[in-house]
């Protein structure tokens, strides 16, 4: 169980007051969440200023000390990816820590995979060489990256959408077959800085659209600091509703999505979910 975030917006955008100051921002989900549990094992922020994607991780909680208010802060990006962790596989350790990263590519997740030591040996067997030797932690969300990047190595013309489809039914198929009893924990997010993709299976999640600047009521302000070339686009995804007084919306369960660059949802189903 983790808590996760992601905003994809047309013009750069600060998510401080939906990691920091909301009411149910997501410093405030890791002191406890919608069913009282605590996320306290690590958090990470991850954005792309001048498109080059920077992460900043630590192993406490965020809601202790200034340091996650500090990294919220300093979000001002078209894209950006926070994640608090409750740690369920492998112990707690930056390398543990989301977002995970290679190249442009960062990475978060909430959810398990059931039957995990043996559903390894599968996702190593059909990972690429250079992905299999970059693996530094323990986690199965670390794996299922590094699955889904070779996938998408060997067989770009699928398409990114498409490949984490296809690559997370396998996954679910893989763990019916270690642990049928078990329930498949599969909420993504997968983004190059330009396009986002995600998944929402047997866990918690909601989206936000925004088609124009509004005024916070946390902070007063807009979001923007500047005059947007174009009207304002943004979506944000959340494991829970950020704030209690926008039409936050469940996404359906057993699902893939995309936010495209022209900040449009298109979400397909995720025929494997269980």
């Not at 030797?133 to 990047?149: A, K, M, N, P, V």
Request: with cysteine; hydrophobic share 35%.
């Amino acid at each position: 169980m983790c808590r996760l975030y992601a905003m994809r917006a047309n013009e750069p955008t600060r998510v401080e007051c939906g990691l920091v100051r909301s009411q149910n921002a997501l410093m405030a989900q890791s002191k406890g969440d919608m069913g009282g549990l605590m996320h306290g094992h690590g958090w990470g922020v991850a954005d792309y200023p001048d498109g080059v994607p920077i992460i900043e991780k630590q192993t406490w909680a965020a809601f202790e000390g200034e340091h996650f208010t500090k990294a919220a802060a300093r979000v001002y990006a078209h894209t950006a990816v926070a994640h608090v962790r409750r740690a369920t596989v492998g112990p707690v350790s930056v390398e543990n820590t989301h977002p995970f990263s290679h190249g442009r590519w960062i990475f978060a997740h909430n959810g398990t995979l059931p039957g995990f030591e043996d559903v390894r040996f599968q996702l190593l067997e059909h990972m690429d060489p250079l992905h299999r030797s970059e693996i530094r932690g323990q986690t199965d969300s670390e794996h299922i990256f590094r699955y889904l990047l070779s996938l998408f190595l060997r067989h770009p013309e699928v398409g990114l959408l498409e490949t984490v489809r296809r690559g997370l039914e396998q996954i679910v198929t893989w763990c019916a077959e270690t642990a049928p009893d078990g329930t498949v924990g599969l909420n993504i997010v997968l983004t190059d800085g330009e396009t986002l993709i995600g998944s929402r299976l047997n866990r918690t999640l909601y989206h936000l659209r925004r088609d124009h600047l509004h005024v916070c009521n946390y902070c007063g302000k807009t979001h923007v600091h500047h005059d947007p070339k174009q009207p304002y686009r943004a979506i944000e995804v959340a494991s829970e509703p950020i704030t209690p007084d926008e039409p936050w919306t469940e996404l359906p369960n057993s699902v893939v999505y995309a936010v495209s660059h022209d900040i449009e949802m298109e979400i397909e189903p995720l025929a494997a979910g269980r």
